[in-house]
């Protein structure tokens, strides 16, 4: 793995020997997110319904439950590694409208021993679907859950940036994002949404801990959580001035979705354009009566199988198939968004860059990530550094392996998952 930083040259021998002692913590928990599936969801479907009034400040707090954590003994007071509560939290559409959203906050059992407030990191999932099933706070006492009736499989693998954070004394909070578990359908890769649900999550776990103000903020994610955690990052100073944010680890964010549609399309997860496209046509009335104009019987028949669809369904029902075969003309969508101004304009509303982050960043890009197009992370490198802002870019070289199998997406998510974290952990540090 190389790397190009302005003024940081690496990590010091002191943050190599704190990694390597939270490594078998991580392998416990990365071991234990491997048990079989279960059957079923436990969680209470009202829990995810908001009344009919709440607070319309962004970041309160409407309601919260227990929530049962892997690895947990019941009953165990101080239980390791913390103690998770569900929590339903007000958060903002992209016009200003609020919204509830859903997550969870696990406030560690480790004291936080660096000095100053425990620090909190806001987590964002990387794809596990647009389905309500597939939100992760249903899926933090058991990672993996099949739903017989759907059928579907939802998968929830935030457990490595959860675990490290929690070993370090450090509150994580993961966010559902919008539309995911709550009402409404998920809004994928909106870019405004994405960094609203971080950055009120953030808001609402200060506010559920009973945390100062002032306590340090970070944002950590991958792949599309990666474009969360990087939307928040530099919507942070506009929307949420307030946070003491530090830091902010993305890795592989969809920057620009112009780039990234063609890559994913054809590959394992090619269903995940699908999610995109639901999302926009969510927020967008013209978006709508282009797809609905634009797709065939078989993309209708897909964008609504979708909805309701978990990454580990996506995979055997539209793995490495062609957009194209949706559309009424047999193009791309590629070819459709460069035709037509109202998508070119919706799509490139999504594109992050263009706002500063007012905290460092560490930004991870694989060199031949076969989803995630490495041009669009270093031009999002590019971009911030051009406006002043602290960003320290990791290339990941692994050579590529099985194109269009996403081994080329996940092989740089586990190389630059301890640097990530360490990097966020050093700002907090401080």
């Given at each position: 793995m190389s790397?190009?930083?302005?003024?940081?040259?690496?990590?010091?021998?002191?943050?190599?020997?704190?990694?390597?002692a939270a490594v078998g913590a991580l392998a416990a928990a990365c071991a234990a997110s491997l048990v079989p599936a279960a059957v079923g969801s436990a969680d209470a479907a009202d829990f995810y319904t908001p009344p009919r009034s709440y607070a319309s400040d962004p970041?309160?707090?409407?309601?919260?439950?227990?929530?049962?954590?892997?690895?947990?003994?019941?009953?165990?007071?101080?239980?390791?590694?913390?103690?998770?509560?569900?929590?339903?939290?007000?958060?903002s559409l992209q016009d200003g409208k609020p919204t509830a959203v859903t997550g969870t906050v696990i406030e560690p059992t480790a004291p936080w021993r660096s000095g100053g407030p425990r620090p909190t990191v806001v987590v964002g999932p990387g794809?596990?679907?647009?389905?309500?099933?597939?939100?992760?706070?249903?899926?933090?006492g058991f990672p993996l859950a099949v739903d017989i009736t759907q059928p579907s499989i939802s998968v929830n693998y935030t457990a490595p940036e959860m675990y490290y954070m929690l070993v370090h004394g450090v509150r994580v909070f993961i966010t559902d994002y919008i539309g995911m578990g709550t009402p409404g359908v998920h809004t994928y890769v909106n870019r405004a949404e994405s960094g609203h649900a971080m950055l009120d999550g953030a808001r609402a776990a200060l506010a559920i801990s009973?945390?100062?103000?002032?306590?340090?903020?970070?944002?950590?994610?991958?792949?599309?959580?990666?474009?969360?955690?990087?939307?928040?990052?530099?919507?942070?100073?506009?929307?949420?001035?307030?946070?003491?944010?530090?830091?902010?680890?993305?890795?592989?964010?969809?920057?620009?979705?112009?780039?990234?549609?063609?890559?994913?399309?054809?590959?394992?997860?090619?269903?995940?354009?699908?999610?995109?496209?639901?999302?926009?046509?969510?927020?967008?009335?013209?978006?709508?009566?282009?797809?609905?104009?634009?797709?065939?019987?078989?993309?209708?028949?897909?964008?609504?199988?979708?909805?309701?669809?978990?990454?580990?369904?996506?995979?055997?029902?539209?793995?490495?198939?062609?957009?194209?075969?949706?559309?009424?003309?047999?193009?791309?969508?590629?070819?459709?968004?460069?035709?037509?101004?109202?998508?070119?304009?919706?799509?490139?509303?999504?594109?992050?860059?263009?706002?500063?982050?007012?905290?460092?960043?560490?930004?991870e890009g694989g060199l031949h990530d076969d989803v995630i197009p490495y041009g669009q992370v270093a031009q999002l490198a590019a971009d911030w550094r051009a406006q002043g802002a602290d960003v320290t870019f990791v290339t990941d070289p692994t050579p590529p392996i099985l194109t269009?199998?996403?081994?080329?997406?996940?092989?740089?998510?586990?190389?630059?998952?301890?640097?990530?974290?360490?990097f966020v952990l050093g700002e907090f540090r401080k």
């Open positions: 790397g190009k930083s302005g003024n940081r040259s690496g990590f010091s021998g002191v943050r190599r020997m704190r990694m390597m970041g309160s707090v409407i309601r919260s439950q227990s929530s049962p954590l892997l690895l947990q003994i019941p009953g165990m007071p101080g239980q390791w590694p913390g103690t998770a509560r569900k929590v339903m939290y007000t958060s794809t596990i679907g647009q389905g309500d099933q597939c939100a992760a706070s249903k899926l933090m009973d945390a100062p103000a002032n306590a340090p903020v970070g944002f950590a994610g991958y792949s599309q959580g990666g474009g969360a955690a990087a939307s928040a990052a530099e919507l942070a100073q506009t929307y949420a001035p307030e946070l003491n944010v530090r830091a902010t680890y993305a890795g592989a964010p969809p920057a620009d979705l112009e780039k990234v549609i063609p890559a994913i399309d054809g590959s394992t997860i090619a269903g995940a354009i699908g999610f995109a496209v639901n999302g926009l046509t969510e927020r967008y009335p013209k978006v709508a009566e282009v797809v609905d104009r634009e797709t065939n019987r078989t993309g209708k028949a897909a964008l609504k199988q979708l909805e309701r669809s978990c990454i580990g369904d996506i995979i055997p029902a539209f793995g490495f198939q062609r957009v194209q075969s949706w559309t009424r003309t047999g193009e791309t969508l590629s070819s459709l968004i460069s035709r037509t101004p109202e998508l070119q304009k919706v799509v490139g509303e999504q594109r992050i860059g263009r706002l500063t982050p007012n905290a460092p960043v560490f930004l269009k199998s996403i081994v080329n997406h996940v092989v740089p998510m586990l190389a630059t998952f301890l640097p990530g974290m360490e």
